[in-house]
T-cell receptor
Framework: DAKTTQPPSMDCAEGRAANLPCNHS???????VYWYRQIHSQGPQYIIH???NNETNEMASLIITEDRKSSTLILPHATLRDTAVYYC??????????FGKGTRLHILP | DVKVTQSSRYLVKRTGEKVFLECVQD?????MFWYRQDPGLGLRLIYF???????EKGDIPEGYSVSREKKERFSLILESASTNQTSMYLC??????????FGQGTRLTVV
């Protein structure tokens, strides 16, 4: 079973920051938070991952709360091409990755 | 560009046929995975492999087997295809789960 809870869908205006929340209250100390997204008719695409510090790359930022029970993926300037299903996943580095239902993000023009 | 290539984008097979879905990666990754994706059920792990000739069952292995004779190739086998195996099949590879790369998927229809 997936260890995360995400809202089923969200809307965001084009050009604004998209903030996608994820709850993972049972996360263990050696488990990472990963984010993937899946654009329609394509395979999932890795976005970012982190353990306890905030992380940023060219695609997004990941903010993890101090107690590690929740996190937020931030797409700083959403475009129409960011419309996708976003998956938050908790896993050890040496373990299989289990996908939940994800959040369907709609970017509105 | 890193690549995970699945042999077919679309496939139609008859009930009872033996079906092979092939996946090849060019990144020298140890880990390879097979998922299926169905509406309302999301992505579910069928099998994964951490090394050549090694395999582990995922959440829904029934009705499937796998083969990994070479590091770059991971095959999913449906021994006797059934209509409830109609689905989108996705292959992935990774190096210690730093970042998993997925193929484009094979949409299999069993009639």
């Amino acid at each position: 079973d997936a260890k995360t809870t995400q809202p089923p869908s969200m809307d965001c205006a084009e050009g604004r920051a998209a903030n996608l929340p994820c709850n993972h209250s049972t996360i263990s100390g050696n488990e990472y938070v990963y984010w993937y997204r899946q654009i329609h008719s394509q395979g999932p695409q890795y976005i970012i991952h982190g353990l306890k510090n905030n992380e940023t790359n060219e695609m997004a930022s990941l903010i993890i709360t101090e107690d590690r029970k929740s996190s937020t993926l931030i797409l700083p300037h959403a475009t129409l091409r960011d419309t996708a299903v976003y998956y938050c996943i908790v896993s050890r580095k040496d373990d299989k990755i289990i996908f939940g239902k994800g959040t369907r993000l709609h970017i509105l023009p | 560009d890193v690549k995970v290539t699945q042999s077919s984008r679309y496939l139609v097979k008859r009930t009872g046929e033996k079906v092979f879905l092939e996946c090849v990666q060019d990144m020298d990754h140890e880990n390879m995975f097979w998922y299926r994706q169905d509406p309302g059920l999301g992505l579910r792990l069928i099998y994964f492999s951490y090394d050549v000739k090694m395999k582990e069952k995922g959440d829904i292995p029934e009705g499937y087997s796998v083969s990994r004779e070479k590091k770059e190739r991971f095959s999913l086998i449906l021994e006797s295809a059934s209509t409830n195996q109609t689905s989108m099949y996705l292959c992935a590879s990774s190096l210690f789960w730093e970042e998993a790369f997925f193929g484009q998927g094979t949409r299999l229809t069993v009639v």
